[in-house]
């Protein structure tokens, strides 16, 4: 890593607002992990890196949460907000890149290899897809436990030519919703509503079972 990228990756871990010369620089970093395969780890180590207006988006995503549920397991949990947002008796496993307490399950979607994945009713999904650089491969693993997505995107529909500015906030994977929604319905999921969140869409997507590894 050259030491722009250093630089800023160092103000964005505290919080910090980058330079128009950081920015650039960080955008090149994220496409070399993007080409390795890897994920921004350092990026996700410190907890300066959440903005408070997310929150919201995970609001109206656990207004999506269908009822009967018993466990809700958050990918890219972040601050864990999700958690106070749930119906009483609905158990929360938190699950991210970088510890966030003692009861993180702490897990790169990245990885070479994905483990298996924390049982639960629910894959929630709040920011966090845009992330991961082989979404096929994980919706493959997704199916084997999770009946229910919840997830948002933020597509390219209507912003194509802004691949660049994608990778300036660290984005690896660019999608039209169309194109989005098709990997899960290759999978077996269905979209069963889907709702906007600018420049999210949020959607719910079910299977009537999870498939078993072969």
């Known amino acids: 890593m050259d030491e722009n990228a250093k ?4 103000r964005l871990v505290a919080g910090e607002p980058l330079s128009p010369d ?8 994220v496409e070399r992990t993007k080409a390795e395969g ?3 780890i350092a990026r996700w180590s410190g907890g300066a890196v959440f903005a408070p207006a997310w929150d919201e988006r995970t609001r109206k995503l656990a207004a999506l949460l269908p009822e009967k549920i018993k466990t809700v397991v958050d990918f890219g949990c972040g601050t864990m907000a999700l958690r106070d947002m749930l119906p009483a008796g609905v158990r929360y496993v938190p699950v991210d890149i970088a510890p966030r307490g003692p009861d993180t399950i702490v897990l790169d979607l990245n990885a070479p290899t994905l483990p298996a994945l924390p ?7 709040s920011g966090s897809l845009e992330y ?3 979404l096929r491969r994980l919706i493959a693993v997704l199916l084997r436990t999770y009946r229910h997505i919840i997830c948002s995107y933020a597509a390219t529909n209507n912003a194509p030519d802004q691949i660049r ?8 994977n660019d ?9 899960f319905e290759d999978a077996g999921y269905l979209p069963q509503e889907m709702r906007n969140h600018a420049p999210h869409r949020l ?4 299977r009537r079972s999870v498939k078993a590894p072969s």
């Open 165 to 172: 500015q994608r990778r300036r906030g660290g984005w690896v």
């Open 203 to 206: 959607f719910h997507f079910f």
């Open 132 to 134: 991961v650089i082989d």
């Open 119 to 125: 049982a639960g009713d629910v894959g929630f999904f």
């Open 7 to 10: 630089g800023a990756l160092a």
């Open 22 to 29: 950081e920015i650039e620089a960080y955008a090149d970093y």
């Open 38 to 40: 890897r994920s921004d």
């Open 175 to 183: 999608l039209k919703v169309s194109e989005f929604v098709a990997l």
